[in-house]
């Protein structure tokens, strides 16, 4: 089983062109764009798990948020709210790991924040299994050097390159790395007596030595403790102490704790001999540059060993323990969670538990919804659109039809006589959308409320919205956006403003830092300024000021008991707001505190357009009227 070490380190050079070469547009969104306020796991097995520590110092460095590599095992001991909050990405070069599979499985079953895999061969088995679940990305492509031997290699430094790439992208760096020689200095060391490594890591050199430990034990070759150097002087040196006879210490050094990594060995016997790993690189090349130098030395090593870590042989039972069949243990570690539970956890968080009379109030709140909802008889059903009718991403949003899930779920509604009204803070791209993909003889029964319902419109009447678009822009809304010009300036954020009468929408391409920093820059305005009567709201993909006494989505419900409401931004400064406070409302992703109304009551690890589908799967039309069948 597996190639020859020296064969695949021939190859590194290649991997390192062929990495540089891929689009990793995806997958820099993924990491550094969308939603990057929000932790992340990232998980992976064996040699793959080293890329997880790259992938969360990147993902700390760059955005400032915590992040932590977990085995899968470690994802699922969790528990379900970090699977819930945190954003996962699963790393598996193969795709085929078993133990990735498994915890996919239950990613899918709870995240609602956004899951991300990373493989290296098409057509693998994580492939294939999300085909099922499209609101999971991916990034696949074969590399050249196919399956790599025993221990992870090429594949291994594949995913640090395409990793970096993708750090730099978002930062307009060059990610292109230099192969530097990958000498390394061995004091002449007889490595062959050497049998226990203490691996010191300073900034850049933590991923490194965790792969350093992942060879060192998986072929064989040694034992490995690893510690950052301040770490080191709390008790392990001590090792040295008494073991040092047949010890050295492997030191990764890059150019911002190379001071550190010398005063710490210098304080040690002399006896004690040292390995130095180093690079003159900084920034995310240097932890690949100590990444090829560290592949050098297990060479070396194994050639000490007369062990090739390429092959090394594997036992039997080795095999009966990568195939193990656990899923019942799993099983039992995440119980079956119910929507009850899942539904007031979206409406007070996991502190939530923490008061028995409140979170028991809620579910008492919970139940009389959902009974109110399945006693109630609706002739019209209102949506939100972005995100809720329509995905939020930018690629979605700007096609011209609705998705075919979405159409076949409405048809019934319509062909039953029932009465759709969609609300959104857009203009005449949304109608435009409906009429490419409903029949022209179901317009009379779809309305657009334009503009967060500022011009609520028949479907086909688009060209009264022209005129109302030529009314006088209001003064008020025209200040505040010469303020926020003189407070933001045009160069510093990339923003761009749409003037619609009585609403001002602040757009562009914006990251969510910045679109925040717009945001609360607008709220301080209105407050400075004492403008009573705006208001301001976040959707999916703008920020929306608007004259309150004529702008509001609300509007648009002419008869409450009625009118079923669906929307994705329930929290007060979100544009469904005031909409979802209806009595019967729904929402399919944030909810307000109202024990009341707009409440979330789609399965764990769905929302936005996945829990559209299965609320409008819950409701049956007949002779113009809906009825529900919900539970929890």
């Known amino acids: 089983m597996g190639k020859p070490f020296k ?98 499985k239950y990613g899918v079953k709870y995240n609602e924040t956004g899951m991300m895999s990373l493989t290296l061969r098409k057509n693998n088995p994580t492939e ?5 679940y499209p609101k999971v990305e991916r990034w696949c492509e074969n590399i050249p050097s196919e399956k790599d031997g025993f221990l992870a290699t090429n594949s291994l430094l594949a995913t640090f390159t395409l990793l970096c790439k993708a750090a730099c992208a978002t930062m307009s760096q060059d990610s292109k790395f230099k192969l530097s020689d990958m000498q390394l200095e061995t004091f002449n060391l007889n490595l062959s007596i050497i049998q226990n490594f203490i691996v010191l890591y300073g900034a850049k050199g933590e991923p490194v030595a965790w792969d350093i430990e992942s060879k060192l034990t998986e072929a064989a070759l040694g034992s490995a403790l690893l510690s950052d150097y301040r770490n080191f002087g709390h008790g392990r040196h001590h090792w040295f102490d008494k073991r040092s006879e047949n010890s050295c210490i492997i030191a990764l050094v890059t150019p911002i704790d190379r001071e550190l990594a010398y005063k710490t060995i210098r ?204 009314q006088p822009f209001d003064s008020e809304l025209k200040a505040l956006e010469e303020e926020l010009k003189l407070r933001l300036p045009k160069g510093c ?38 403008m009573k009567d705006i208001r301001i709201w976040r959707s999916s993909h703008s920020v929306d000021i608007v004259v309150y006494h004529e702008v509001s989505k609300q509007r648009v419900i002419e008869d409450p008991e009625r009118t079923l409401c669906i929307g994705d931004y329930g929290t007060v400064e979100g544009n469904d707001y005031e909409m979802l406070t209806s009595k019967y409302s729904l929402s399919v992703d944030r909810v307000s505190k109202n024990a009341e109304s707009c409440w979330n009551i789609a399965p764990s690890g769905m929302k936005g357009l996945d829990a559209t589908l299965y609320y409008l799967s819950r409701m049956k039309a007949n002779e113009g009227k809906i009825t529900c069948k919900f539970s929890v």
């Open 128 to 132: 294939r299994l999300l085909e099922q």
């Open 493 to 530: 954020v990339d923003y761009k403003f749409a003037e619609r009468s009585l609403q001002l929408s602040i757009e562009g391409e914006m990251t969510q830092t910045e679109s925040q920093l717009v945001y609360e820059t607008c709220r301080e305005i209105i407050w400075d300024k004492q």
């Open 267 to 470: 304080c040690l016997p002399k006896s004690v001999p040292a390995i130095y790993i180093e690079t003159e690189l900084d920034g995310p090349q240097a932890s690949i540059d100590l990444l090829l130098k560290a592949f050098r030395f297990i060479n070396d090593l194994g050639e000490a060993r007369s062990i090739d870590p390429g092959k090394p042989g594997v036992p039997e039972y080795g095999r009966m323990l990568y195939n193990l069949n656990y899923f019942k243990l799993t099983n039992r570690i995440l119980p079956e969670e119910k929507t009850l539970d899942v539904a007031v956890l979206r409406k007070l968080g996991v502190a939530g538990r923490e008061n028995t009379m409140l979170w028991g109030y809620y579910s008492e709140a919970c139940l009389r919804f959902v009974r109110q909802l399945n006693r109630g008889k609706f002739t019209t059903i209102v949506f939100d659109y972005d995100g809720t009718l329509s995905a939020s991403d930018r690629k979605s949003r700007f096609t011209n039809e609705l998705c075919d899930k979405i159409k076949d779920a409405l048809m019934p509604l319509l062909e039953n006589g029932v009465q759709i009204v969609v609300a959104t803070g857009r203009g005449k791209s949304v109608g435009e959308s409906f009429q490419k993909s409903i029949n022209q003889k179901y317009w009379p029964q779809i309305k657009v409320g334009y503009y967060n319902g500022a011009c609520l419109l028949v479907l086909g009447e688009e060209d009264k919205l022209k005129v109302w678009r030529e």
């Open 7 to 104: 064969g695949e380190l021939k190859m590194l050079s290649d991997t390192i062109r062929w990495a540089e070469q891929q689009d990793v547009t995806r997958l820099a969104w993924f990491l550094f764009v969308e939603n990057k306020q929000i932790p992340l796991v990232c998980i992976g097995s064996g040699g793959s798990l080293s890329a997880c520590h790259y992938a969360v110092q990147l993902y700390q460095q760059r955005n400032g948020v915590l992040a932590q590599a977990m085995t899968p095992l470690q994802l699922m001991y969790s528990g379900r709210e970090v699977l819930r909050s945190s954003k996962l990405l699963f790393l598996s070069a193969s795709g085929k790991n078993k133990d990735i599979l498994n915890a996919i």
